[in-house]
């Protein structure tokens, strides 16, 4: 009744996987979700109900609906044979089934159902859910989101789906030429598409459609195909100009990039995307002067453009200008993340999701996905949940504190950002100044009349308490005026909040600023593990508050004009974006778990004790380690939770060390597994992936040749020898460099 190496939902009623798809259609903003194929089971026998299933694929030609029938039916041999020599089971077979394709480009859904035996009937859903007649422009459109999304969804962190099953959209040369053509025909409706989280609005030159051709080219170093059709399009657009000039650089012909960005320039100089392909030119040839102007006019050109703030916050680091990289980090316009999309499917009656027989023969996912108990104080970093421009802007803090240090970066933030004592006492002291002159014209006043003055009641005693009342700062929780500590949330909450963008993050310690973070006092109220990263201390200080720039709009206009117009000694300062505050606060967190965990291995060295963690928490040392750029220790801590338990995420993290290290034997050992574990969740996509990038890389300098004959050497079994060949076929197909030697 199941399938045999393909995953399935079994639906409680038939068809309710396609109405829900239909009532999501309207949802879908960008790319849209992956094919969805629902197929119908029969028995053949009266009285025995028909079952119906489905599962997500990508990589299907979807030009046609002869090529997706053509998937439909290769599923009927799949079908499973559960009959034994002393019963004959139930023969089901597969009676029809129906292929969902979303047409990104329209916003509507190509269907094909097929009867077998029996007919192929094609029609388009749109978001009204009515039907409509597919043309060849539909089909087109149809044949190049189904292409885009298999590319962009390969190895998207973001993207997990269960069930979903990948193929190569693109398996030989003369396919590849009809993607190139399709992605001609469309160049100019790409905006269509959306675009990264990093960018507001999606152009002709930035978005999906541009994104996906990059990273097919670029991932198989095979950039000259893509000249070849930027050249075409130049003459029409002449925009594309900065994707040539970046594919020319990627293949080391600097000169026709140069020549091509000159006159590109000249001709549209208010160009941020040209702007940005000319810096990072110059910074590759470490012209760093010379870039910071160009990223400066980037930034007039596009001020509302999030990439052209960081770009130019770069290259403030790059010349070691700190202040002014964190000025110009602070006036980063950040939009909120949007998640891709993804279907809203009803509860299935059950899952199946086979494994296939030599990968489980392997016993090389043995002991994948072990639960195991972890340190809550690693579980609660918030850094892992920042997503789009919140994360980029979060790399640029972490090189910043790996550049001058933790303690350097707080008085540069003090120097530059107006801070909530500074604000606090300046304050204070304008009421001060006011009331004691209102004092002074009434004690003229009463001067005049003394009779009024008994009646007032008010004395040199009462005023000078007033005084040393408005002088006195008032205490951080008391003040309503502390916006950087609204909206504050509970750890729990901490998690969904970040997802969608908000930054809000629970400070260590809402109290005095000699009390310890919640996180690090000795309670075990939360299960915490008594010598875990919640007790320890660390050296690291606590970043004070800085005078958040998000308040009411009311107190915030009071605020920079207090500050700006009055408080003399504020006047070179700026107010901190509520956003940065909070990310000194995720900062502050990793860097104090990441000193207690050096300090605790330093300790144990010494007394030449063996330092045990679980695998889990091993890996989630191993991400802090690359968050703030200590790539050896991050390197060993990966290691270390190997030795624990398989995590393919550490497998990756470490395949791209040793890849840049240039490590064969270690490279093709986390490559192995890598692909192992991708073919038992259903990836069985070569290229482009993380993994075959990775190999082509190593083949640059190795030469195909001699990992093949590295892969024979080791002895691995069959089958999985043949599915890590496939790469190597791949390169050999398509004549990637290395191939030949």
């Not at 069959?718 to 990637?736: A, N």
Request: hydrophobic share 35%; charged share 25%; with cysteine.
């Amino acid at each position: 009744m199941e399938f045999k190496d393909v995953p399935e939902f079994f639906e409680v009623e038939l068809g309710e996987c396609l109405t829900a798809r239909t009532e999501t259609l309207s949802s879908f903003k960008e790319l849209g979700p992956p094919d969805l194929c629902q197929v119908v089971k029969s028995s053949g026998k009266s009285g025995q109900k028909d079952i119906g299933s489905y599962h997500y694929i990508s990589g299907v030609d979807a030009s046609t609906s002869a090529s997706l029938a053509a998937y439909l039916n290769s599923l009927t041999y799949a079908v499973e044979d559960t009959s034994t020599w002393f019963a004959k089971a139930p023969v089901w077979k597969v009676r029809s089934g129906s292929y969902c394709c979303y047409n990104a480009f329209s916003r509507v859904d190509m269907r094909v159902d097929v009867k077998i035996p029996g007919g192929v009937h094609a029609y388009v859903i749109d978001i009204r859910g009515e039907r409509h007649e597919p043309t060849p422009e539909l089909w087109q459109e149809t044949y190049l989101s189904a292409i885009l999304r298999a590319i962009l969804y390969a190895d998207d962190p973001n993207y997990r789906l269960i069930g979903y099953r990948k193929l190569d959209p693109i398996t030989t040369r003369e396919s590849e030429v009809r993607f190139l053509q399709a992605a001609e025909a469309l160049f100019q409706q790409g905006w269509q598409l959306g675009c990264d989280p990093e960018i507001q609005v999606a152009s002709i030159v930035s978005n999906h459609l541009t994104t996906g051709i990059m990273k097919y080219f670029g991932d198989g170093y095979r950039l000259s195909q893509a000249a070849n059709l930027f050249e075409k399009l130049l003459v029409r657009t002449p925009d594309v100009a900065a994707l040539l000039a970046k594919s020319y650089m990627g293949m080391n012909e600097e000169v026709k990039a140069v020549q091509i960005l000159s006159q590109a320039i000249r001709d549209s100089p208010q160009s941020f995307i040209l702007l940005h392909v000319q810096c990072d030119f110059l910074r590759q040839k470490e012209q760093f002067e010379w870039a910071l102007k160009i990223a400066q006019q980037a930034v007039n050109c596009a001020p509302s453009e999030f990439v052209t703030w960081a770009k130019l916050t770069e290259i403030y680091i790059d010349l070691g200008q700190y202040d002014s990289a964190l000025l110009t980090l602070n006036s980063c316009p950040m939009f909120t993340y949007n998640d891709r999309d993804l279907h809203r499917m009803p509860t299935p009656n059950r899952t199946h999701l086979p494994i296939k027989q030599f990968i489980a023969d392997s016993q090389i996912l043995d002991n994948d996905g072990v639960e195991e108990d972890t340190d809550p104080a690693l579980l609660r970093l918030p850094a892992p949940a920042l997503r789009g421009t919140f994360a980029k802007a979060y790399e640029l803090l972490c090189r910043l504190v790996s550049d001058i240090g933790w303690d350097e970066l707080l008085k540069t933030r003090s120097a530059v950002f107006v801070m909530e004592e500074e604000y606090r006492n300046q304050k204070a002291q304008l009421i001060a100044e006011a009331m004691e002159k209102d004092m002074k014209g009434k004690r003229a006043d009463q001067d005049d009349d003394d009779e009024n003055d008994n009646d007032d009641g008010t004395g040199p005693e009462l005023v000078g308490e007033s005084l040393a009342t408005a002088k006195q700062p008032r205490a951080p929780d008391a003040d309503d005026d502390d916006a950087s500590t609204r909206g504050m949330m509970s750890p729990s909450a901490q998690s969904s909040s970040m997802a969608d963008g908000d930054l809000s993050v629970q400070p260590p310690g809402d109290g005095d600023d000699d009390e310890e973070p919640r996180s690090a006092q000795g309670g075990t109220t939360n299960g915490t593990k008594k010598n875990g990263f919640a007790q320890g201390m660390s050296n690291i200080n606590k970043p004070t508050k800085a005078a958040a720039s998000d308040a009411d709009e009311g107190e915030d206009q009071d605020r920079r004009r207090e500050v700006s117009g009055e408080a003399n000694t504020l006047n070179s300062k700026r107010l901190c974006e509520r956003w940065l505050d909070n990310m000194f606060m995720c900062l502050y967190e990793d860097l104090r778990v990441w000193t207690i965990f050096r300090a605790e291995v330093a300790h144990f060295k010494n007394h030449r004790q063996a330092y045990r963690k679980t695998g889990s928490e091993w890996e989630i040392l191993g991400d802090l380690g690359t968050r703030l750029l200590h790539r050896e220790e991050a390197k060993e801590a990966y290691q270390r939770s190997l030795d624990i338990k398989f995590s393919a995420k550490a497998w990756m993290r470490l395949l791209e060390i040793y890849a840049e290290e240039s490590d064969l034997q270690r490279t093709l050992n986390a490559a192995i597994r890598l692909t192992a574990y991708q073919h038992r969740w259903y990836f069985e996509m070569a290229f482009p992936t993380a993994v075959a990038h990775q190999l082509f890389k190593l083949g640059r300098t190795h030469g195909h040749a001699k990992i093949s004959f590295t892969l024979l050497s080791m002895g691995l079994p069959d089958g999985i020898r043949k599915i890590v060949e496939h790469y190597l076929s791949y390169g050999k197909t398509f004549q990637i460099e290395g191939y030949e030697f």
